[in-house]
């Protein structure tokens, strides 16, 4: 097994990225944040990493933290899931915030990942949310334990309210990082990040 690789970037495309290590080079299908990982320190790229052996290739993946390859690997234990589905997902949103999504049975956030629909959200949420235990359950922002979605939780009503305003829920759930308090409180700091990445 390759658990992780150092090396040059010679390559970064729509593919995914090629690191150089001991004058050989390795395609790695990236997740966003290795990617980006990457493009920082190009000339020392550091990447935690899973390789998927099928009988026709070998195929390796690769992730900025230790916890976004174990969720992907997690992930890829729900049926139906392969390793393309499993980087969308990785690629669509932070760790913290789709291990929030699984603990929570947050559907409409599993379902926003292009490539992933409600059915899969749903055995997503069955299938892993007692694997990931405390963990997932720490990623709750609430932290009162519940694994429903709670119909008070000012993050979900603050991202519902932009949702309505015609924002997507990624674009939503993008502009309420960071976001504390109640939930108007939380809307209008969502507004304002929103405003300001469209001036940008």
């Known amino acids: ?19 150089e290590v001991g004058g050989i080079g390795l395609r790695v299908y990236a997740s966003a ?10 000339q020392a790229v550091k990447l935690q990493t899973y390789l998927v052996v099928r009988e026709d290739a070998l195929t390796l993946y690769g992730f900025a933290s230790q916890r976004e390859r174990g969720l992907f690997v997690a992930l890829l234990g729900v049926s139906g899931l392969g390793p393309a589905k499993a980087l969308a997902l990785l690629s669509g949103y932070p760790v913290d915030t789709l291990q929030r999504g699984i603990a929570t049975g947050d559907l409409a956030l599993l379902a926003s990942v292009s490539g992933i629909g409600k059915r899969t959200a749903e055995r997503i949420v069955v299938e892993l949310r007692d694997k990931l235990g405390a963990a997932a359950l ?6 009162d334990g519940a694994t429903t979605p709670a119909p008070d939780d000012p993050h979900l009503q603050a991202r519902d309210a932009l949702v ?19 939930t108007e409180q939380r809307v209008k700091e969502g507004l304002a990040a929103l405003r300001r990445g469209g001036q940008a």
């Open 1 to 19: 097994m390759i658990a992780s690789l150092t090396g040059r970037l010679v390559e970064d495309d729509a593919e995914g990225l090629v690191v």
């Open 138 to 143: 720490e990623a709750v922002a609430a932290g």
């Open 164 to 182: 309505a305003l015609g924002f997507a829920v990624a674009e939503a759930e993008s502009a309420l990082a960071g976001a504390e308090g109640s």
């Open 33 to 42: 944040a290795a990617s980006r990982l990457a493009r920082e320190q190009p």
